[in-house]
């Protein structure tokens, strides 16, 4: 899709911690933006003034900074705009376009339950835009709630081209007189939604399916206020192995529990835009290559299943990709202060092929770093089996942490190779029977550590 430069955005609400599903959101119109040389924008939706809390949204700034998706410009607040939306509701009430709807909850309740009964689709029934102006007035002079309902035209359509699932059109009977401000004088979701899209130059968005009803409605405002809608575009939901949503109510990780468990931001991002999006990339790729790859013509119309094991597999492979001095980051206080560089630097040189979470360096560094290990069960057998010479030989040559020369040593006097010299070494120099590649981790031993473990063999 070639286009000029689009104005794209993220909208949470700070009620909570990110989940995934708002992450793929946010990835999705960070690339579809970057990719034409437009601007990703943030927009902070905190009406919700029982819900949302500061910290939920710094947390959120936080991560998206983490992840790599910089929005631009500063972060526009819902909360501080009832002033604006306000506005744009008189100017509905001066064209005649909206009418007070003093239809309690229980009443709108009972005439849902009838039409469900009747086998209709549930749809306002208009019975407050039948009344007279006067009657209408007198009840809101007498203190009377009310909301305030969009009166949606009897006759048309509302089309508009899904950058993910195409032409859509919805006849206006079927959306009904929806409603824009609430009877406690706060605006609907959507509505201010919509308004905000348009006054902060937002040219095309995506979001999640279950957005999709609200798109007649949000276009049909925009059009009575003279405003530019977005394209727009509705995501298949993310769902978990069960075939549900994927949600916190279902078990899954939020982003900042993922990242309190040491997932990498590369790794989440290389899993997430593959969910619901087509690649013929399959390598890990970094945020500026994913710009390129991205297109909206490869988006999915069926739900995308989240795959711990595939997430996990781009961590591992993410971890590999790791410098020393990141690695060293990543894994932080696991490291002994008292080890420095260079054996700090060739223990995780050696380790991190084997690393998935950071706290998957513990038990090497008790291996390296701590005293002889006790063999495992399978590493003891190997050592009661092998010939002492071999341990001898192995001591004798094991000062200098030098790998080969070790393995010269012991072979000249045993005659051995391939496993039946190796598990032996792997096993008394580790107490175990795999793990890192043994020359490596032998350069990060303490002095003497190496000796001290083969002689007790001997």
Same mark, same amino acid.
């Given at each position: 899709?070639?286009?000029?430069?689009?104005?794209?955005?993220?909208?949470?609400?700070?009620?909570?911690?990110?989940?995934?599903?708002?992450?793929?959101?946010?990835?999705?119109n960070?690339?579809?933006?970057?990719?034409?040389?437009?601007?990703?924008?943030?927009? $902070?939706?905190d009406?919700?003034?029982?819900?949302?809390?500061?910290?939920?949204?710094?947390?959120?700034?936080?991560?998206?900074?983490?992840?790599?998706?910089?929005?631009?410009?500063?972060?526009?607040?819902?909360?501080?705009?009832?002033?604006?939306?306000?506005?744009?509701?008189?100017?509905?009430?001066?064209?005649?376009l909206?009418?007070?709807?003093?239809?309690?909850?229980?009443?709108?309740?009972?005439?849902r339950?009838?039409?469900?009964?009747?086998?209709?689709?549930?749809?306002?029934?208009?019975?407050?835009?039948?009344?007279?102006?006067?009657?209408?007035?007198?009840?809101?002079?007498?203190?009377?709630?009310?909301?305030?309902?969009?009166a %949606?035209?009897?006759?048309?359509t509302v089309a508009?081209?899904d950058?993910?699932?195409?032409?859509?059109t919805?006849?206006?009977?079927?959306?009904?007189?929806?409603?824009?401000?609430?009877?406690?004088g706060?605006?609907?979701?959507?509505?201010?939604?919509?308004v905000d899209?348009?006054?902060?130059? $937002?040219?095309a968005?995506?979001?999640?399916d279950?957005?999709?009803?609200?798109?007649?409605r949000?276009?049909?405002?925009?059009?009575?206020?003279?405003?530019?809608a977005?394209?727009?575009?509705?995501?298949?939901l993310?769902?978990?192995?069960?075939?549900a949503?994927?949600?916190?109510?279902?078990?899954?990780?939020?982003?900042?529990?993922?990242?309190?468990?040491?997932l990498?931001? &590369?790794?989440?991002?290389?899993?997430l835009?593959?969910?619901?999006?087509?690649?013929?990339?399959?390598?890990?790729l970094?945020?500026?290559?994913?710009?390129?790859?991205?297109?909206?013509?490869?988006?999915?119309r069926?739900?995308?299943?989240?795959?711990?094991?595939?997430?996990?597999?781009w961590? &591992?492979?993410?971890v590999?990709?790791?410098?020393v001095?990141?690695?060293?980051?990543?894994l932080?206080?696991?490291?002994p202060?008292?080890?420095?560089?260079?054996?700090?630097?060739?223990f995780i040189a050696?380790?991190?092929?084997?690393?998935?979470?950071?706290?998957?360096v513990?038990p090497?560094? =008790?291996?390296?770093?701590?005293?002889?290990?006790?063999?495992?069960?399978?590493?003891?057998?190997? $050592?009661?089996?092998?010939?002492?010479?071999?341990? &001898?030989?192995?001591?004798?040559?094991?000062?200098?942490? =030098?790998?080969?020369?070790? %393995?010269?040593?012991?072979k000249?006097a045993?005659?051995l190779?391939?496993?039946?010299?190796?598990?032996?070494?792997?096993?008394?120099?580790?107490?175990?029977?795999s793990?890192?590649?043994?020359?490596?981790?032998l350069?990060?031993?303490?002095?003497?550590?190496?000796?001290?473990r083969?002689?007790?063999?001997?």
């Amino acid at each position: 899709m070639v286009e000029s430069p689009l104005v794209t955005r993220f909208a949470p609400s700070p009620t909570g911690e990110l989940h995934l599903g708002n992450v793929r959101t946010a990835l999705f119109n960070a690339l579809l933006a970057w990719r034409s040389g437009g601007r990703f924008l943030l927009r $902070i939706e905190d009406t919700d003034a029982t819900r949302s809390r500061p910290e939920f949204t710094a947390a959120l700034k936080e991560d998206l900074a983490w992840l790599g998706l910089e929005w631009y410009g500063e972060a526009l607040h819902q909360s501080l705009r009832a002033a604006v939306y306000n506005a744009e509701l008189l100017k509905l009430g001066e064209r005649g376009l909206v009418y007070p709807c003093f239809c309690s909850p229980g009443d709108l309740a009972l005439s849902r339950s009838a039409q469900l009964a009747a086998g209709k689709p549930p749809r306002y029934s208009g019975k407050c835009r039948r009344l007279a102006t006067s009657e209408a007035g007198a009840r809101i002079e007498a203190g009377e709630p009310a909301s305030l309902r969009f009166a %949606v035209p009897e006759q048309g359509t509302v089309a508009f081209d899904d950058l993910v699932h195409g032409p859509r059109t919805f006849d206006h009977a079927e959306i009904g007189d929806f409603v824009l401000r609430r009877s406690d004088g706060t605006t609907a979701f959507f509505f201010s939604n919509a308004v905000d899209d348009a006054l902060s130059g $937002i040219t095309a968005l995506l979001r999640g399916d279950d957005h999709l009803g609200n798109t007649p409605r949000q276009l049909l405002v925009l059009a009575a206020l003279g405003l530019p809608a977005p394209r727009y575009g509705h995501l298949a939901l993310l769902t978990g192995s069960d075939g549900a949503p994927l949600s916190k109510r279902s078990g899954a990780a939020s982003l900042r529990e993922l990242r309190a468990q040491g997932l990498l931001p &590369q790794a989440i991002l290389n899993h997430l835009f593959r969910l619901g999006h087509f690649t013929a990339r399959h390598e890990l790729l970094t945020l500026a290559e994913m710009i390129v790859a991205f297109d909206t013509t490869h988006l999915q119309r069926s739900p995308a299943h989240f795959d711990t094991a595939q997430l996990l597999g781009w961590q &591992q492979e993410s971890v590999h990709r790791l410098g020393v001095a990141d690695a060293a980051d990543w894994l932080g206080t696991r490291l002994p202060d008292s080890v420095q560089d260079p054996p700090r630097a060739a223990f995780i040189a050696a380790v991190l092929p084997n690393l998935v979470h950071p706290d998957d360096v513990l038990p090497w560094v =008790d291996v390296v770093f701590g005293g002889a290990p006790e063999p495992e069960a399978d590493a003891a057998n190997i $050592i009661a089996l092998a010939d002492r010479r071999l341990f &001898q030989a192995a001591a004798d040559a094991a000062d200098s942490n =030098d790998f080969v020369a070790l %393995v010269a040593a012991a072979k000249a006097a045993t005659g051995l190779k391939g496993p039946s010299l190796y598990k032996p070494l792997r096993a008394a120099l580790t107490g175990r029977l795999s793990g890192p590649e043994l020359g490596p981790l032998l350069k990060a031993m303490p002095p003497g550590s190496a000796r001290a473990r083969l002689a007790r063999y001997a």
